[in-house]
C-alpha cells in the first residue's frame, strides 16, 4: 500500500518514494556497523549507525549522518536472533509499519524473511535467488554475492509475483545490494518496510562476517 510522506527532508522524502536505490554497509569491526542507503549518483538517503554487541536490537534509520532526522524504529522481540521478528514504526508519527521475522531454520539453507502489515498479515516474503546458490554461498565461496527476490503474498516464496529484487555485489571490504523496487510502483508493499529489509540484511550480514 502507498504512504503519504509528510516532508521536513528532501532526501527521507526521496528514499522512501524511490524505486531503487544502493544500499551498502563498511566491513564489520570491533566498533560496529556502519549503513548508508545512496541513491545513483552518491548522494546519502539514509543513514543507519549500529554499535557492537548489542543483544536487544534496537535500529534507528535517520535521514542524515548526524542522526538528527530520525526515519524508522526497527526493534527485535527479543535477544534471541535466530529466528527474530522486528517491528518496524514510523519515527516522525509512532505509528507502526509492519514487522519483518527472519525465518530461522529455513534460512539455514537459504535465507528467508516475512513481511507482515502492522495487523500481523503476511503480505511478502524476501528469499535469496537461489537454494543452489545460498548452498555454495555457505558452504564453498563467500564470494559469490547474495541475491534476494521480494514476492508479494502470504505464499511460499516463488508463488507470487516479484515485486522488487535486492542484488548484492562482492567486494572483500564493502557489502552493497542495488535494491530495484520497479515491479512495485504503486507501493503494495510499503515502502517504509522494504527500506527496513535492507537494513536488516545489511546489519543481519554484518553481524555473519
Not at 24 to 42: E, H, K, S, V, Y
Not at 46 to 66: P, S
Request: charged share 20%.
Amino acid at each position: 500500500m502507498s504512504q503519504s510522506i509528510q516532508p521536513y527532508g528532501t532526501h527521507q522524502v526521496d528514499v522512501l518514494q524511490r524505486s531503487s536505490y544502493v544500499a551498502r554497509r563498511n566491513f564489520f569491526n570491533f566498533f560496529g556497523i556502519t549503513c548508508r542507503i545512496l541513491d545513483a549518483q552518491g548522494l546519502l538517503l539514509a543513514f543507519v549507525k549500529l554499535r557492537a554487541f548489542k543483544l536487544r536490537e534496537q535500529i534507528g534509520v535517520f535521514a542524515d549522518e548526524a542522526q538528527t532526522q530520525p526515519v524508522l524504529h526497527i526493534q527485535a522481540r527479543s535477544i534471541i536472533d535466530f529466528s527474530a521478528t522486528y517491528d518496524v514504526t514510523d519515527a516522525r508519527s509512532g505509528a507502526p509499519v509492519g514487522a519483518l521475522r527472519r525465518r530461522g531454520w529455513k534460512s539455514l539453507m537459504k535465507d528467508e524473511w516475512e513481511l507482515s502489515s502492522p495487523t500481523g498479515e503476511i503480505i511478502g516474503r524476501l528469499a535469496e535467488d537461489s537454494t543452489l546458490l545460498a548452498l555454495l554461498r555457505r558452504f564453498l565461496s563467500a564470494l559469490i554475492p547474495q541475491n534476494y527476490h521480494l514476492y508479494l503474498g502470504a505464499g511460499a516464496p516463488g508463488t507470487g509475483p516479484v515485486v522488487g529484487r535486492f542484488i548484492g555485489t562482492w567486494n572483500p571490504f564493502i557489502v552493497r545490494f542495488q535494491v530495484d523496487l520497479s515491479a512495485d510502483p504503486s507501493a503494495r508493499i510499503d515502502r517504509r518496510l522494504t527500506l527496513a529489509a535492507a537494513v536488516l540484511l545489511m546489519t543481519i550480514e554484518g553481524k555473519q562476517r
